[in-house]
């Protein structure tokens, strides 16, 4: 009996797709620039079916791929030829709101704008609110470690989770809690790419809504003062509940298509919310107003209402769809920065898209460093995916090089497996494999994802380290 039929046999017929026509749908995430054909898909309907799948699998010797609403930028979710694909889009339940724990739990395939909507009734939401929000699973959240716009103040996936509960490639539980003593596990399975475990339910936390909320619109003539004016606002002690910035392309594309008065001559554009008591967002919306005014915006806008302050952040959500009507292709990365440095990296990827002759639109939340460059290209052009891979991993080098990282958000998974060598010497990545090698000593939970093998490393000729020093040795590593 091959894996298949084992598989038919223990679930029902219809939570398993095995022909041509029906794994379609599966052979790629939000990358799609990589396609695979997987064996077969599997579409528990509860934890215990999930258990089944991960059994069969092992006793087949066959990879298995998680996957949740399939929206992921890196690949994370690609099949390989002879891989299960793992679909926990059926474990869609919120099975608690408690208001005054102010928790949540739920199933991976719980869409995140579903956890607020839930919670509203009790003065209450989940905090992170990445742009595909209306779409991502929470459980992909979890295993990306995804952010948003809100993630400056309130934090990433990994600070609004208290609790989960996984799944080995044996099919049994294991629980991890912030409450726990040792190590931080729970934090190791945030970010770990579906590698180390079968997530099947997320203890989350959830926060009041604040009394008040306004945004700042400020429009400036040059990407320098832009960027300069971001760390004025932090250095004055305000926490801003979201900060985003935006280049030229990004807001004529943004206002294009969401038309929310964006002014399209401007340079950069920047939006920073202020959030609290009504009368301490008042105050701070005037400080960030005045800020923003002393380091050059030519223009201010700040909401008057709800109504408004949610029009003026479509156009930033809608961002990447409406860069992509300009290109029948185009390829989002996900590095992050020191914040000092965003005017300088945003000078040099300027450089790099005039070397490449590929126009770049820039959106990111500049608040953490966290950049989103959009590479347009066109893959029916023969060689124009390949040069714009060769870009974007001069963007993630560059993000390094001047003391950053390959991701903030999105993941390595495939996408990023050749700017992981630049980034960790040997010794780490060692160390990484080891991780993996503790939770999945088979090797079959998502193989071939965010962790390169040495011997790749050693190909690309980037196992090195400088005069025996990690680079930025002045930065603190966590």
């Known amino acids: 009996m091959d894996v298949i039929q084992a598989l038919e046999e223990a679930l029902n017929k219809n939570c398993i797709l095995s022909s041509e026509e029906a794994c379609r749908p599966y052979e790629c995430d939000g990358l799609s620039a990589y396609r695979q054909k997987p064996l077969a898909v599997a579409l528990p309907e509860d934890v215990e079916q999930v258990k089944q799948v991960l059994r069969i699998c092992k006793a087949h010797n066959t990879p298995v791929i998680t996957r949740g609403s399939g929206t992921g930028l890196a690949g994370?979710?690609?099949?390989?030829?002879?891989?299960?694909?793992?679909?926990?889009?059926?474990?869609?339940?919120?099975?608690?709101?408690?208001?005054?724990?102010?928790?949540?739990?739920?199933?991976?395939?719980?869409?995140?704008?579903?956890?607020?909507?839930?919670?509203?009734?009790?003065?209450?939401?989940y905090a992170p609110d990445p742009s595909s929000q209306v779409a991502c699973s929470i459980g992909g959240n979890v295993a990306e470690n995804s952010g948003g716009v809100h993630c400056l103040k309130y934090g990433l996936t990994v600070h609004n989770v208290t609790s989960l509960t996984v799944l080995d490639m044996d099919g049994e539980i294991i629980r991890f809690d912030e409450k726990d003593d040792g190590i931080d596990l729970l934090a190791l399975l945030n970010g770990s790419e579906g590698l180390l475990g079968v997530i099947v339910e997320i203890k989350l936390k959830l926060i009041p809504k604040p009394e008040a909320a306004q945004l700042v619109m400020a429009?400036?003539?040059?990407?320098?003062?832009?960027?300069?004016?971001?760390?004025?606002?932090?250095?004055?002690?305000?926490?801003?509940?979201?900060?985003?910035?935006?280049?030229?392309?990004?807001?004529?594309?943004?206002?294009?298509?969401?038309?929310?008065?964006?002014?399209?001559?401007?340079?950069?554009?920047?939006?920073?919310?202020?959030?609290?008591?009504?009368?301490?967002?008042?105050?701070?919306?005037?400080?960030?107003?005045?800020?923003?005014?002393?380091?050059?915006?030519?223009?201010?806008?700040?909401?008057?209402?709800?109504?408004?302050?949610?029009?003026?952040?479509?156009g930033r959500k809608n961002a990447f769809p409406a860069v992509g009507r300009y290109s029948p292709d185009y390829y989002c990365m996900d590095g992050t920065i020191p914040r000092s440095k965003l005017a300088y990296v945003l000078d040099e990827i300027d450089k790099l898209s005039e070397k490449y002759g590929l126009k770049v639109a820039n959106v990111f939340h500049a608040g953490d460093g966290n950049l989103h460059p959009l590479i347009l290209y066109d893959a029916n052009k023969p060689g124009e995916l390949e040069e714009t891979e060769k870009f974007g991993q001069e963007i993630l080098k560059l993000c390094v090089d001047v003391g950053g990282t390959i991701t903030g958000e999105h993941g390595v998974g495939v996408e990023k497996l050749d700017s992981m060598c630049h980034q960790y010497p040997q010794a780490e990545l060692e160390i990484f494999h080891g991780i993996k090698n503790v939770f999945d000593s088979s090797g079959l939970l998502n193989p071939g994802k965010a962790i390169p093998t040495l011997h790749r490393c050693a190909e690309l000729g980037h196992m090195h380290v400088h005069n025996n020093q990690l680079p930025h040795p002045e930065l603190e590593r966590f």
């Not at 724990?101 to 003065?123: E, F, H, L, W």
């Not at 932090?234 to 900060?243: C, E, M, R, S, T």
């Not at 399209?264 to 202020?274: H, K, N, Q, S, W």
Request: include cysteine; glycine fraction near 6%.
């Open 219 to 314: 429009a400036f003539n040059s990407v320098k003062a832009c960027a300069d004016a971001v760390t004025s606002v932090l250095k004055q002690g305000i926490v801003p509940a979201g900060l985003e910035m935006m280049d030229k392309f990004s807001i004529q594309a943004a206002e294009d298509f969401a038309k929310v008065g964006y002014p399209v001559e401007a340079a950069a554009l920047l939006l920073c919310e202020v959030d609290g008591s009504h009368d301490q967002v008042k105050v701070d919306a005037q400080r960030v107003a005045d800020i923003l005014t002393q380091n050059g915006a030519y223009e201010i806008r700040v909401s008057q209402n709800e109504k408004e302050r949610i029009e003026l952040w479509q």
């Open 76 to 125: 994370g979710t690609l099949p390989l030829e002879n891989s299960v694909i793992l679909g926990l889009s059926k474990l869609n339940k919120i099975l608690q709101i408690d208001p005054l724990q102010r928790t949540a739990i739920v199933q991976p395939g719980v869409r995140n704008i579903q956890v607020s909507d839930a919670a509203a009734k009790y003065g209450l939401y």
